[in-house]
């Protein structure tokens, strides 16, 4: 493995993959939002993949970082179980890679083989919570030596009992939600802001009970909630802990976000996006309190899974680099879903690959006629 600055060069021989040829391989290009982006080319042995890791940090050093950072990390690779179902990876620490906001990501990836076995992403996933825990063992010793290494130590013990994923990662926010309390009963600073929302709650519930009765009480009961989770989002932010800001809203309406809320929510989504760390900056750069809500929006419904809707904001906007992007995340998403039919996948797929074609035909011909200029 090469690491030139910007890029990580890793060259493969062709015989050690699954993947064969140029489909497979724009295949592990187009991987999603887990996977570091990536270039290819091939020799006629060896296939050289580049890794834009431009000011990320390998996960090796997590154990650096503060307790709720490295937690929040271990919780986010829970979700990568899901592209086992279309990608052959390790979640070893060496192949794990993190940014300044927190978000993690894979770097080498393959097409699923024969030998792969469903199980095998639980043990990786518990022998990764382990050595960075715990550090007495490494990733490889837990691997080899099987889940009887976890019962040596009192903090790694339960994740014996761990039945999948999900479980693992809830024994992990049980950690974390621990460590948070411990912390706030020895008076660490609580977020202005929170103070202010609690207060608020305290306040509209004492004088709808004693001016409005039973209607005052209806509305509580659907205000609560909201304020709990603009109250958790902002302590997120604080904290610069965006899957926590993004879990904490994710039950609330982007009709109903008000225009601070959009401007963070839509920061955390656009952080959680598969661009390379310039191309943030320059979006991050247009964005502020006084920007165009519908481009906030934009990116909140893209990270919500909702192409759609950031399709049509995009239209909206009348920008096509925004269409572009939300019609390669439709693609992305299409390829993924197991719920369509063979040929409706094929249909879909095939419309999305029309407009794509036609934007980038586009953009080729305005490149063309500037260089013309």
Sequence with gaps: MENTGELLTEQVKKSELSAVGIYDFCRLQTAGTHFLPMEWGETEEEVTFKYAAEDLIPFIK?????????????????????????????????????????????????????????????????????????????????????????????????????????????????????????????????????????????????????????????????????????????????????????????????????????YTLAKAYLQSESLSSEQKENILARFSLDSNPKELEYWIYLGRLNVTKAEDLAMQLTDDELLLYAYLKDKSQTQADTSITGTEKEQKLRELQSKIDSLEKKYNLDAEAEASD
């Design 62 to 262: 997590a154990r650096n970082e503060d307790t709720v950072t490295l937690l929040n990390l271990l919780i986010q690779a829970a979700d990568f179980e899901q592209d086992t179902k279309s990608y052959q990876f390790s979640i070893e620490p060496s192949n794990l890679y993190y940014d300044s906001t927190g978000v993690l990501y894979i770097k080498s990836r393959d097409l699923p083989s024969r030998e792969q076995k469903k199980e095998g992403f639980l043990l990786a996933y518990k022998a990764l919570i382990a050595c960075a825990l715990n550090g007495q063992y490494s990733f490889r010793d837990y691997m080899e030596g099987g889940e009887e290494l976890l019962k040596k130590n009192p903090r790694t013990a339960p994740l014996f009992e761990a039945e999948d994923a999900a479980a693992a990662a809830r024994y992990l926010k049980d950690i974390k939600g621990n460590y948070l309390e411990k912390q706030k009963r020895e008076k660490i600073s609580v977020s202005k802001t929170g103070n202010r929302i609690l207060k608020l709650a305290v306040v509209v519930l004492t004088v709808s009970t004693i001016l409005l009765g039973i209607y005052s009480g209806i509305q509580y009961v659907k205000t609560i909630p909201y304020l709990t989770a603009v109250n958790s989002a902002d302590n997120a932010y604080i904290e610069n802990d965006n899957v926590a800001l993004i879990d904490s809203l994710k039950g609330i309406q982007v009709g109903e976000l008000d225009k601070h809320q959009k």
